[in-house]
């Protein structure tokens, strides 16, 4: 699989949008992008995934460029809620030993202030 | 409509003693897996089962067994607790298939402590 780079941390202002980058540059042409994000000590939750077209849900917006080396996580209306690991993953779609596995990083700790 | 439930939510075992993590899903997902989390790190795999009847080794997988009682069930054993052992577990649980790509459940962890 894929690695990925994320900064080990960032700040954003309540009702502002938080963009978190990610790099992988070394992805191949059947990994998708996935997005979790960890809160405290809870469980991680599942937010968003893409291949190659820009994906929007309910929570957020992911953003892949068009070589795929990065993407970025938006979150358009940040809320204190939403202080907490982000995890950035490539993930095989399908055949090979690491078919269907997450490989967690460090990830990128959010944090969201008044 | 409960998700992963894992049991127990806390342990405290002394070295050497065994134990069993439980964890159910209620989502008729077919791959099941099991993570360790320490403090200030990353999720890292211990075992999965890509489907009923079939377990494989992750990243670090020494110290554990895993049983795939069923379609909904998937245990965690520590056969002879260590203290290197002390972290979070999760387990959790995606509906696996070639062509398709789903997001993960996971469970809320067991903290356990081996002193």
């Known amino acids: 699989d894929a690695k990925t780079t994320q900064p080990p941390s960032m700040d954003c202002a309540e009702g502002r949008a938080a963009n978190l980058p990610c790099n992988h540059s070394?992805?191949?042409?059947?990994?998708?992008v996935y997005w979790y994000r960890q809160i405290h000590s809870q469980g991680p939750q599942y937010i968003i995934h893409g291949l190659k077209n820009n994906e929007t849900n309910e929570m957020a917006s992911l953003i892949i460029t068009e070589d795929r080396k990065s993407s970025t996580l938006i979150l358009p209306h940040a809320t204190l809620r939403d202080t907490a690991v982000y995890y950035c993953?490539?993930?095989?779609?399908?055949?090979?030993?690491?078919?269907?596995?997450?490989?967690f990083g460090q990830g990128t700790i959010l944090t969201v202030h008044p | 409509n409960a998700g992963v439930t894992q049991t127990p939510k806390f342990q405290v075992l002394k070295t050497g003693q065994s134990m069993t993590l439980q964890c159910a899903q209620d989502?008729?997902?077919?791959?099941m897996y099991w993570y360790r989390q320490d403090p200030g790190m990353g999720l890292r795999l211990i075992y999965y089962s890509a489907s009923e009847g079939t377990t494989d080794k992750g990243e670090v997988p020494n110290g554990y067994n895993v049983s795939r009682l069923n379609k909904r069930e998937f245990s965690l054993r520590l056969e002879s607790a260590a203290p290197s052992q002390t972290s979070v577990y999760f387990c959790a649980s995606s509906y696996l298939d070639r062509g398709s790509n789903y997001g993960y459940t996971f469970g809320s962890g067991t903290r356990l402590t081996v002193v």
């Open positions: 989502m008729n997902h077919n791959s």
């Open positions: 070394t992805i191949s042409g059947n990994e998708y």
């Open positions: 993953i490539v993930r095989l779609s399908s055949g090979g030993t690491s078919y269907g596995k997450l490989t």
